[in-house]
């Protein structure tokens, strides 16, 4: 250990491969690249959908194709070619009547791999997982739990199947498909995704977990999230991802939406672990997530994230605080180490009176990275005493990565209160020092840092993912000394 | 304990030590006195291993073994504990997340388990007990918002929690009143042992007051120009540094 110096640490630290950069070999059904209305339409008999769902994701294609992709973001990326990808790919052993027993063993090893083993699950009484490898899910636990309560826990395609009242209802209600060029692609190709659906008056009696990767080199990804919040009931949902290394950009287009109507309250969390590429930006996921939620009256929305994967980000978790006395939340820590790029932020859209919105978010960059808040925070005319706080906190390491905020105000209302608090800070090497001398090596040292940085929306995320969250961190900032 | 033999070091090309001899044996209190800009800190700094101090001649012994390749944390991690002038403020880890990260990663590096939670707790206890330190001081960012005594006490707290072979306290007195100064010194004292040894830096008498030295040297222009008891600290408070800068310089 006395002939451990801090060279051979970096040494080893440059060739860590990515955690979670295997490749698991499963027969995959995939459709051929490219993407025209005969593919839309093969998507949709696929999954068996219904003439209102076919013509719905034909209807967003074709607002897709008069869209452009924007570039108002502060990222820098090679736009992907639409055409060049295949827009499905589902684990080809999948059988819907199947228990949890007869799942493919390579897919268990993979969970494994992941630290997710589903036999773990099914002890863990507190979550309940839907999991969703490449599009399709495949295992789903607690139902029957769940049931009872008429809590409605399942993959949208079965969801439309099953409940294509509720569905109909409010998909695209918050995230229309011409929202933006994303969201209309999402709409038209969405491959899966959760549904959950909350009574009246109940209050989810577990957290609620999904899991999404990436597997089948060259597919994009497309999930599709509903959320559905009856009146006063309480949900906490929580999404996490990996993705396995690969050379080629991968594109990632999700869109969820929530609905928290009157009295009712959604806690979503994710932790977004993408392949961010290696040390000299080749590769990583493309990650351009549209999400947002509608809080009716005395409804809270609360988002928290912990983005430390992709190439590229471009990510507003949105509250829409339609009701009177609704709030919102936003916590974001977002991580960007050698060549990332991540441009996130939320968007605060007061519309009831006594509105409340709430933004922490602690960027963290790395590296030759470039990591920018942009946020909004919108107040109507009707919107008598609304309030917001912001807080942006940004934390640099090296001399070569970049920190950006871009606060938005816009108020047509005399009563409101905006508050915009921003810090940018470095690690100083007095403060490395300082650990090293009691023992602590640089490495454990900025983590230490990092993790007290961002403190306060690490406490906002349920317990266990707070624990994945810090190790996340930490794996994310490996190798950024020097 | 300590050896240090004809000691150069300097920073960012400016020499600070001119050739330090020093020895320090387990059992001892060594004070180093010396007016400001003598390189007291700077000679902390170097035993303690921070990499912008450039060692350009010479060694440093700890228990016979050169710590010339070891960072700082290893040196830490052999028992050289450093209380710091200014110790740096790290929001959001509270002073007991800290030290209990300390005390894990140096039991990591003597292929140790972590302590388990059970004697931390303990050990917590009956350190922030001996040094006065309130229950809620322990969950408080580290040094953010603290006051000049609370800084210095919770770097003795520091050193009471991990037990070093070899503490230095560098201007530890500064910024304490009478009544920290003395919790402090007494901390100190309690922690001291045959097996163990303190070097105090400093630039007045007064701690010296309440942690009596074996042996004092006065540092003037990065040499040690004159050693002696602890009385030599008395003729130093009296007569302050002129005669002895007159005598070297004569």
């Given amino acids: 250990m006395s002939k451990y110096t801090e060279d051979d640490l970096r040494e080893e630290l440059k060739t860590k491969e990515y955690e979670y950069g295997f490749y698991t070999d499963i027969e995959s059904d995939t459709f051929p690249i490219g993407l025209n209305e005969d593919i839309v339409r093969a998507i949709s008999k696929k999954k068996e959908e219904p003439e209102w769902m076919t013509e719905w994701r034909l209807e967003a294609f074709k607002v897709w194709k008069s869209m452009e992709e924007p570039n108002w973001a502060n990222v820098n990326y090679k736009k992907p070619d639409f055409q060049s990808i295949a827009y499905y790919s589902a684990p080809k052993t999948i059988d819907p009547n199947k228990t949890l027993d007869d799942v493919d063993p390579d897919l268990l090893a993979m969970y494994k791999k992941l630290g997710i083993s589903v036999d773990e699950q099914k002890k863990m009484n507190n979550v309940a997982m839907d999991i969703v490898v490449d599009s399709v899910s495949v295992a789903t636990t607690f139902k029957k739990t769940l049931g009872e309560k008429g809590i409605i826990f399942m993959p949208i395609s079965e969801a439309i199947q099953e409940h294509p009242e509720l569905v109909k209802k409010y998909i695209g209600t918050i995230v229309p498909t011409k929202d933006n060029f994303y969201a209309a692609l999402n709409s038209a190709v969405f491959s899966d995704g959760s549904f959950c659906y909350i009574p009246k008056g109940v209050k989810c009696p577990m957290e609620l977990s999904t899991y999404f990767r990436i597997n089948q080199g060259g597919t994009g990804q497309f999930e599709r999230t509903l959320v559905i919040a009856d009146e006063g009931s309480y949900v906490s949902y929580l999404e996490g991802c990996t993705a396995p290394s690969r050379d080629e950009n991968q594109l990632h287009a999700a869109v969820v939406e929530l609905i928290a109507l009157d009295d009712a309250e959604i806690k979503y969390s994710t932790v977004q672990n993408w392949y961010p590429g290696n040390d000299k930006g080749v590769g990583g996921v493309y990650n351009f997530v549209t999400k947002r939620g509608l809080c009716e009256k005395n409804a809270k929305i609360s988002w928290t994230q912990v983005e430390t994967g992709s190439a590229v980000t471009w990510k507003y978790p949105s509250c829409v605080l339609k009701g009177d006395n609704s709030v919102g939340e936003f916590y974001s820590i977002a991580v960007t180490n050698n060549y990332q790029q991540a441009d996130t932020g939320t968007k605060m859209i007061h519309l009831g009176k006594n509105t409340k919105s709430t933004i922490i978010s602690k960027g963290i960059s790395a590296g030759k990275s470039q990591n920018s808040y942009r946020g909004l925070v919108q107040v109507s005319s009707r919107a008598d005493n609304a309030r917001n706080f912001s807080q942006c906190d940004s934390l640099l390491m090296g001399n070569e990565c970049g920190a950006h905020t871009f606060p938005y105000i816009e108020a047509k209302n005399k009563s409101a209160m905006i508050e915009h608090e921003a810090t940018t800070s470095k690690i100083g090497e007095d403060q490395i020092f300082y650990c090293n001398q009691r023992g602590i090596d640089t490495e454990k040292a900025i983590a230490l840092i990092v993790n007290g940085f961002s403190k306060e929306v690490l406490n906002k995320l349920p317990m266990e993912f707070a624990v994945e969250a810090q190790k996340l961190l930490e794996i994310s900032l490996e190798g950024s000394v020097g | ?250």
């Fill in chain 2, 1 to 250: 304990m300590l050896q240090i033999k004809n000691l150069h070091a300097s920073v960012e090309n400016k020499s600070i030590l001119k050739g330090i001899n020093l020895e320090v044996k387990a059992g001892e209190v060594h004070a180093i006195m010396g007016p400001n800009g003598s390189g007291k800190s700077t000679l902390a700094s170097v035993i303690a291993g921070k990499e912008e101090y450039e060692v350009e001649k010479g060694q440093i012994l700890l228990n016979g073994e050169d710590l010339e390749d070891l960072a700082a944390e290893e040196r830490a991690h052999k028992g050289i504990f450093l209380s710091f002038q200014y110790p740096v403020e790290i929001p959001g880890v509270s002073v007991t997340n800290f030290i209990k990260t300390a005390i894990n990663e140096t039991r990591k590096a003597k292929g140790l388990e972590d302590m388990p939670a059970k004697d931390m707790l303990k050990m917590i206890r009956e350190k922030a007990e001996m040094l006065e330190i309130d229950r809620k001081f322990l969950s408080r960012s580290l040094n953010e918002g603290f006051s000049g005594g609370e800084k210095k006490r919770n770097e003795i707290f520091q050193m009471a929690m991990l037990e070093p072979k070899l503490a230095i306290l560098d201007e530890t007195d500064s910024g304490l009143d009478i009544d920290a100064l003395r919790i402090v010194a007494n901390g100190v004292n309690k922690l001291k042992s045959k097996d163990n040894a303190v070097v105090v830096i400093t630039h007045y008498q007064r701690l010296l007051d309440y942690i009596v030295p074996d042996f004092v040297h006065v540092l003037y222009n990065g040499r040690i120009v004159k050693s002696g008891g602890k009385e030599l600290a008395h003729e130093l408070e009296e007569k302050g540094y002129d005669w002895v800068k007159e005598e070297v310089n004569a």
